[in-house]
């Protein structure tokens, strides 16, 4: 089955230890991105990954590290957590066919820094 | 930046009504736009992409239009039925192409 998948679904943490949120897509995508969703704000993108080795910028990357060493695995690493990094986290990943640019979801990780 | 608007962030209708979802963009150098479904504390279901050179697309009760030069895009759904009763997003790629912006949503309640 085409999926992306996350781990941990949920995950309570405190601040200033280090974790990583993975994410994995089995669809050969070219294509990943990290977005963060919290209430009255809709979802705002983290980083994104047009192919391995290549990562870039969204609108709110502060306090959040990624790498692309795979194409099919894109983590997130929070060096050090805080509680406003508390949020519904999701990663898609889309093929980067001029033609189709189609994003997948993952099922999201709840993250809850105390 | 572009900047997307969804209206009405909340709408509540009894099952059967024939309902349209509202999205405005304020760049209308899209590539594509992509309407999504969210259910509570789930994921986002992805139900149709419209490139920036279609006008509209259909997937079963859905029917999502787009027109760049107004910056709108709508979502109709055809005879509501309470399983349809989530979050609906909707997302733009814009010229930068890595970069998906969203709305906030419409969360939708059909009742019995």
């Known amino acids: 089955e085409a999926q992306v998948t996350q781990n941990p679904r949920y995950l309570i943490t405190v601040t200033g230890k280090k974790l990583t949120v993975t994410c994995s897509q089995n669809?050969?995508?070219?294509?990943m991105s990290w977005y963060r969703q919290d209430p009255g704000l809709g979802l705002r993108q983290i980083y994104y990954?047009?192919?391995?080795?290549?990562?870039d910028k969204g609108d709110v990357p502060e306090g959040y590290k990624v790498s692309r060493k795979e194409k099919r695995n894109f983590p997130l690493i929070l060096e050090s957590p805080s509680p406003n990094q508390t949020s519904l986290y999701f990663c898609?990943?889309?093929?980067?066919?001029?033609?189709?640019?189609?994003?997948?979801f993952g099922q999201g990780t709840r993250l809850t820094v105390v | 930046k572009q900047e997307v608007t969804q209206i009405p962030a909340a709408l509540s209708v009894p099952e059967g009504e024939n309902l349209v979802l509202n999205c405005s963009f304020t760049?209308?150098?899209?590539?594509?736009l992509q309407w999504f479904r969210q259910d509570p504390g789930k994921g986002l279901t992805s139900l149709l992409l419209i490139q920036s050179s279609q006008r509209e697309q259909t997937s079963g009760r859905l029917n999502a239009s787009l027109d760049k030069s107004s910056g709108r895009s709508t979502l109709y759904i055809a005879a509501s039925q309470p399983g349809d009763s989530a979050t609906y997003l909707c997302?733009?790629?814009?010229?930068?192409?890595?970069?998906?912006?969203f709305g906030r949503g419409t969360q939708l309640t059909v009742w019995p």
């Open positions: 898609a990943s889309s093929p980067w066919d001029r033609m189709n640019t189609e994003a997948f």
């Open positions: 990954s047009m192919n391995v080795e290549v990562t």
């Open positions: 997302a733009l790629r814009g010229s930068t192409l890595g970069r998906l912006y």
């Open positions: 760049d209308s150098a899209i590539y594509n």
């Open positions: 669809m050969n995508h070219e294509y």
